[in-house]
């Protein structure tokens, strides 16, 4: 699946294949065998996120999964939006998803977790009418309020 996403920063280089792509799902996607944080697939997610009582009842989710392989290290990319249109430009946030903004994490099989965007970077998710491709504008930190930027990514992500 095409991509042409840059990395720099502890991870330096180029996305430009989304692996075992998976297109729409209707379910939250699975983590790899061992490894919580590591998704193994490409695609995209519109679910329901409720309790195993009643699933369907939870709030609306959206999610793009890009997995791939940058600087031989796999890596996977995941973008959320909870609970609102999906198409548009999104402010990328904190940890915690809101009604006003996108989450971004990037998790390797190197051990990398970045999951806080740096604050004030401009941080922005933009998804497309198709609600499945778009751009992004990301720069990513360890922990909360860190000025220090660990990894950038920019460029047109796809996840069906």
Same mark, same amino acid.
């Given at each position: 699946m095409a991509q042409s996403l840059t990395f720099s920063g502890e991870i330096? @280089?180029?996305?430009?294949? @989304?692996?075992?792509?998976?297109?729409v799902i209707k379910a939250q996607p699975d983590p790899a065998p061992g490894n919580t944080k590591l998704f193994t697939q490409t695609s995209c997610?519109?679910?329901?996120?409720?309790?195993?009582a009643s699933p369907n009842q939870g709030t609306s989710e959206w999610?793009?999964?890009?997995? @791939?392989?940058?600087? @031989?290290k796999k890596i996977a990319l995941?973008?959320?939006l909870e609970d609102r249109t999906i198409p548009g430009e999104h402010p990328i946030s904190g940890n915690q998803l809101d009604a006003n903004?996108?989450?971004?994490?990037?998790?390797t099989t190197g051990n990398l977790e970045l999951h806080h965007p740096?604050?004030?970077s401009g941080s922005t998710l933009k998804v497309g009418s198709d609600g499945h491709s778009g751009m992004i504008?990301?720069?990513l930190t360890d922990s909360p309020q860190s000025p220090d930027v660990k990894e950038r990514v920019f460029g047109d992500w796809r996840c069906a």
């Open positions: 330096s @280089g180029t996305l430009s294949a @989304g692996l075992n792509a998976q297109g997610a519109e679910y329901k996120l409720g309790d195993e999610e793009a999964d890009i997995y @791939g392989s940058v600087d @031989g995941r973008l959320e903004s996108a989450h971004a994490v990037l998790d740096v604050i004030g504008r990301l720069m």
